[in-house]
C-alpha cells in the first residue's frame, strides 16, 4: 500500500506560525547564543534548521542566491521576534565565500558550526546531461561544498577555536536513478568529509555528513508527476520525510551532544538503503514487473 502525501507547493512550506510551535526534541541549551552559518537556509532543509537554531537561542547566519527568498525568511522570523543574518551569495563563487565569512566575523566575531546544506540538481537521465549541466551541479554540490569547509577550517585554525561541520548529502549506497550528477557530487562531499575528519582532527574539528532520503520540500516540484505518486515507496516506512527530521538530524550531530563523532554519515532515510527504489524520473517500463 502507498501512503498518500498532500504534494501541493503550499503544503511543502509549512506556514510561519506552524515553524515557531513545532516542537523541538534536542535540548534549547545546545545552541544557545552559538554562532551558526546554514547555507541555503531560505527553503526546505535550511529553513528548518534556521527556524530551529533561532528558536534555540543561536545566533543564526545564512545565505542563499536569491535575495527575495533571504527576505522572505527573515520577515518570517522576525513576525515571531527572532533575528538572523541573512547574505546574498554564490557559494561556488569564492570571492562570495570569503565576504560572507568575513560579514559572520564583523557581526559576531566568531563561528562555532558550519551546516552545509545549499544545492540542487535536476531529474535527468544520465545519458542526456549535457556538459553544463552535470558540471552545474558538480560545481554547486562539490565544489562549493568544499568551498565553505575549507574557508570555515582555515578560520579555526588562524583562531585556535574548535569547530563543526556538518554536510547534507544524499544516500549514495544504491544510487540515485536519474540523478547521476547530484550522486557523484555528493559521494565526492561524503569521501572528502572522511578525509579532512582525520586531517582536521588536530585542530579540534569536527566533519559530518547527513543523508536525507525523500524529503517533502519545494524542490519537489522539479519532478514529474508519475515520480512523486511512488515517491513514498522508497523506503519500508512508506512515506516521505519531513525537512524539521532531517534538520534536527543536522543539529544534534554537529552540536556538542555528538563531540565523540567525526567523520560519519546518520543516514535518515525510512530505511531506504535497506529497502525501497527512488526513480527520480518515474520507472522505466524495463523494470515494470
Known amino acids: ?38 547555507s541555503g537556509g531560505a527553503t526546505g532543509i535550511g529553513r528548518a534548521t534556521v527556524w530551529i537554531l533561532a528558536r534555540m537561542g543561536a545566533k543564526v547566519v545564512t545565505c542563499g542566491r536569491s535575495a527575495a527568498k533571504l527576505d522572505a525568511l527573515r520577515e518570517e522570523l522576525e513576525g515571531s521576534g527572532l533575528s538572523i543574518l541573512a547574505v546574498p551569495a554564490d557559494i561556488r563563487n569564492q570571492e562570495d565565500v570569503a565576504a560572507l565569512f568575513e560579514q559572520v566575523k564583523a557581526t559576531h566575531g566568531k563561528l562555532d558550526v558550519l551546516i552545509n546544506n545549499a544545492g540542487g540538481q535536476f531529474p535527468q537521465a544520465a545519458i542526456d546531461m549535457t556538459p553544463n549541466g552535470f558540471r552545474a551541479v558538480i560545481e554547486n554540490n562539490l565544489f562549493g561544498t568544499w568551498s565553505m569547509m575549507q574557508t570555515a577550517a582555515r578560520y579555526w585554525r588562524d583562531t585556535g577555536a574548535p569547530g563543526s561541520i556538518v554536510n547534507v548529502v544524499v544516500v ?65 516506512m512508506l512515506r516521505l520525510g519531513d525537512p524539521w527530521e532531517i534538520a534536527e538530524a543536522c543539529l544534534f550531530i554537529g552540536s556538542d551532544a555528538s563531540s565523540f563523532t567525526t567523520g560519519e554519515i546518520l543516514r535518515v532515510d525510512g530505511g531506504g538503503q535497506l529497502w525501497g527504489e527512488q526513480w527520480t524520473q518515474g520507472k522505466p517500463d524495463y523494470f515494470m514487473e
Open 1 to 38: 500500500m502507498t501512503v498518500e502525501h498532500d504534494l501541493s507547493a503550499n503544503a511543502a512550506r509549512p506556514p510561519a506560525d506552524v515553524m515557531a510551535r513545532r516542537q523541538i526534541a534536542l535540548n534549547d541549551a545546545l545552541f544557545r547564543d552559538k554562532v551558526v552559518l546554514v
Open 172 to 236: 549514495v549506497d544504491r544510487g540515485v536513478l536519474g540523478a547521476a550528477h547530484t550522486t557523484a557530487a555528493r559521494a565526492g562531499v561524503i569521501y572528502l568529509s572522511k578525509t579532512v575528519a582525520v586531517e582536521w582532527a588536530p585542530l579540534k574539528i569536527r566533519v559530518n555528513c547527513v543523508a536525507p532520503g525523500v524529503i517533502f520540500t519545494e524542490g519537489m516540484a522539479r519532478y514529474p508527476e508519475e515520480a512523486k505518486k511512488v515517491f513514498s515507496r522508497a523506503n519500508p
